[in-house]
C-alpha cells in the first residue's frame, strides 16, 4: 500500500521552460512533507520541504504548493536547466508523534530537461 | 571525510550467504538512518540511530536484517542468509539530531546484488 504516489516515472521538458512533478499521498497523519534530488550514482540530496501549516513555500528556482485538501503536492522548478536532470523524489513524514524521523518516499520522477 | 561514507559500493554475493554493508556517518553526527530502495520502488526506511537511545528496527523486513552502531559512529548493516528480494541499494543518512534530520546527508549506497 503505496503512501506516497509520484504516478509519473519521467518527465521530460525544455530549457528555460517550468517543470512540474506532482506527489499525491493518502496519509492524514503526514504533516511535513519533502522533495529530495538524486544523480546516478550518488546519495539524495535534500532540496525543499513544507510543512502542512503552509501552501507555499519558494527557494529560488523551487517552489513547492501542497494542497492539504487533495493530499497532493507538487514541485515546479523555474526555469528549468539542463542541470536539473535528475530523479526527484517525494518524501513525507507525521511529526505528531515520536517518528517523525521516518520518511516515506515516492518512487520518484525521472526528470529530463533538453537544452 | 567530509560525507557519509558507504562501503562497498557494489555487493554481489550468492543467495545464503552473509553480508555486511557499513556506514561511516559524518563526524558529529548524532542521528544515523539506513533505508533501501528496491528497483522501480522508493526508499524505504529500515533502522534510525539517535544517540545513546535504542534504535527504531521498526522497518527492517525480518529477523535477518540487524544493524548496530559501535561508539555512536560507524554503523553495520548486517543480512544473513540472503535472499534475491534483498537485491536492492542500501543507502545510509546521517543528520545533526532528530530534530535536524531533513539536513540529512546521504552516502552514494552499497547496490546488492544476490544471485
Known amino acids: 500500500d503505496q503512501q506516497v504516489k509520484q504516478n509519473s516515472p519521467s518527465l521530460s521538458v525544455q530549457e528555460g521552460r517550468i517543470s512540474i512533478l506532482n506527489c499525491d499521498y493518502t496519509?492524514?497523519?503526514?504533516?511535513?512533507f519533502l522533495w529530495y534530488k538524486k544523480y546516478p550514482a550518488e546519495g539524495p540530496t535534500f532540496l525543499i520541504s513544507i510543512s502542512s501549516i503552509k501552501d507555499k513555500n519558494e527557494d529560488g528556482r523551487f517552489t513547492v504548493f501542497l494542497n492539504k485538501s487533495a493530499k497532493h503536492l507538487s514541485l515546479h522548478i523555474v526555469p528549468s536547466q539542463p542541470g536539473d536532470s535528475a530523479v526527484y523524489f517525494c518524501a513525507a513524514s507525521a511529526q505528531r508523534g515520536g517518528s517523525n524521523y521516518k520518511l516515506t518516499f515516492g518512487k520518484g520522477t525521472l526528470l529530463t530537461v533538453n537544452p | 571525510g567530509a560525507g557519509v561514507s558507504q562501503s562497498p559500493s557494489n555487493k554481489v554475493t550468492e543467495k545464503g550467504k552473509d553480508v555486511e554493508l557499513r556506514c561511516d556517518p559524518i563526524?558529529?553526527?548524532?542521528?544515523l538512518y539506513w533505508y533501501r530502495q528496491s528497483l522501480g520502488q522508493g526508499l524505504e526506511f529500515l533502522i534510525y540511530?539517535?544517540?545513546?537511545?535504542?534504535?527504531?528496527k521498526s522497518g527492517l523486513p525480518s529477523d535477518r536484517f540487524s544493524a548496530e552502531r559501535t561508539g555512536g559512529s560507524v554503523s553495520t548493516l548486517t543480512i544473513q542468509r540472503t535472499q534475491q528480494e534483498d537485491s536492492a541499494v542500501y543507502l545510509c543518512?546521517?543528520?545533526?539530531?532528530?530534530?535536524?534530520?531533513?539536513?540529512?546527508?546521504f552516502g552514494q549506497g552499497t547496490r546488492l546484488t544476490v544471485v
Open positions: 543518512a546521517s543528520s545533526l539530531g532528530d530534530r535536524r534530520w531533513t539536513e540529512a546527508f
Open positions: 540511530f539517535q544517540g545513546n537511545s535504542a534504535p527504531d
Open positions: 563526524s558529529g553526527h548524532t542521528a
Open positions: 496519509n492524514s497523519m503526514f504533516d511535513y
